[in-house]
């Protein structure tokens, strides 16, 4: 994780290690292979990432299911604000920002920066993958009650565990391992839901198996999007400031409307949404501010999300986020009465225990590379001494 980040700070270390020891000196060991410590900085940018990804996804799922109870019909329309609320991005453009991990400059490959049409191909790319992703997530959201729907959606770390390690060379230790174990059955367990009163789908199997398919293909879709992400971030931006983060959000949203608005345009729903804005039990404004705040707390999302990819990796944004499912299964209960029984429980049991599973493995990561860098620094003073004495 934070690759760049852990490379640039050991070429550091080791240039003004050799420029404080006489040529030849090799007493130093080579601190490159170590991996960076964490500054209380970074662990506060995390912080508030993490609570943007898991606020923005808790409060935008509920808006949709609200959207869906109350009168609500258009898958379209529901993908759109997944996607639409980034002009309220833009005036973040204005805050200058410095980068903080440019490209390392002491690298033997000297890089170039890419051309417009390189990066409005990945962001493109993205774009459409994230449309298919959102359009998938509203027909299960649209299917599936808001509780079974959220604990489908833990799989989405599973599938970004197996992306990561075909695109982005990710280490499975037997913590994550056991992660993805309990994540993956967590999901399963819900083959097995039966009927329930809170089922939108209205007790047909066929809408509940479309539900609980497309929810599976939107989890999937939504771990290669962050896996590919990440990858063009390492490969193809290969820098890490503000301003590429807001880029990636920007372009990719932008590009994932206007495929989304063609949909809603040419499947003819459009026709239909002043008589359903109409019709919505809330009423017109209830109606009107739902999809306002359904798109800006899923845009709030999004730059936790890519934030936590650019801090640490896409396997730990997803984590993030799964994190967050358990919390939209007791809000359903809360505010849709969502039925809690013995299955769904059980599943988000296994869906926490998978998800502390894997936070403790990168607490143990995190310790790991404290000890190893306070070895390094003992080591160092070592040789400074030593060398005071000789000289």
């Keep these: 994780m934070g690759e760049a980040q852990e490379l640039q700070l050991s070429i ?26 964490r500054s209380f900085n970074w662990w506060l940018r995390v912080a508030i990432y993490a609570f943007l990804v898991i606020a923005g996804q808790s409060v935008a799922t509920l808006l949709g299911r609200l959207y869906f109870d109350k009168g609500g019909d258009s898958k379209w329309l529901a993908t759109v604000v997944q996607l639409c609320g980034f002009p309220v991005l833009l005036p973040f453009y204005c805050i200058p920002t410095a980068s903080r991990n440019p490209i390392i400059k002491n690298s033997t490959v000297q890089f170039k920066p890419q051309s417009t049409l390189i990066l409005a191909s ?41 992306f990561s390690f075909l695109l982005n060379s990710q280490k499975f230790t037997p913590y994550i391992v056991n992660s993805l174990v309990l994540l993956t059955i967590s999901s399963t367990l819900l083959v097995f839901q ?15 198996a479309i539900g609980f398919i497309c929810t599976v293909g939107a989890s999937a879709g939504y ?46 729903e459009w026709k239909g949404l002043k008589k359903e804005m109409r019709m919505y039990k809330l009423g017109t404004v209830s109606y009107v501010m739902n999809l306002v705040w359904t798109a800006i707390t899923w845009q709030l999302f999004g730059i936790g999300a890519i934030g936590l990819i650019l801090e640490a990796s896409s396997l730990f944004s997803n984590a993030i986020s799964a994190m967050g499912l358990p919390v939209v299964p007791v809000l359903a209960v809360i505010f849709f009465h969502d039925k809690m029984d013995g299955i769904k429980a059980m599943a988000m049991v296994l ?36 060398e005071k004495i000789n000289g």
């Design 12 to 37: 550091m270390a080791q240039e003004a290690n050799e420029a404080s020891s006489p040529p030849g000196h090799t007493n130093v060991p080579n601190q490159s292979l170590l991996p960076r410590r």
């Design 122 to 162: 990945v962001y493109g790319s993205i774009g459409l993958l994230l449309a298919l992703d959102c359009y998938l997530y509203s027909v299960g959201l649209a299917y599936l009650p808001v509780s079974t729907y959220s604990l489908i959606c833990a799989s989405q770390l599973a599938f970004n565990a197996l």
């Design 194 to 208: 039966g009927d329930s009163a809170d089922d939108p789908s209205g007790g047909s199997k066929t809408k509940y």
């Design 223 to 268: 771990g290669l999007v962050l896996s590919l992400t990440q990858l063009a971030f390492k490969r193809v931006i290969r820098k890490e400031t503000f301003r590429v983060v807001m880029d990636m959000i920007v372009y990719q949203s932008l590009v994932a409307t206007c495929v989304i608005l063609v949909g809603l345009f040419a499947s003819g």
């Design 351 to 386: 869906a926490i225990w998978g998800f502390i599973s894997y936070a403790y493995q990168h607490y143990l990561d995190d310790r790991k590379s404290k000890n190893e860098n306070k070895n390094v620094n003992g080591e160092v003073f070592k040789a400074s001494s030593l």
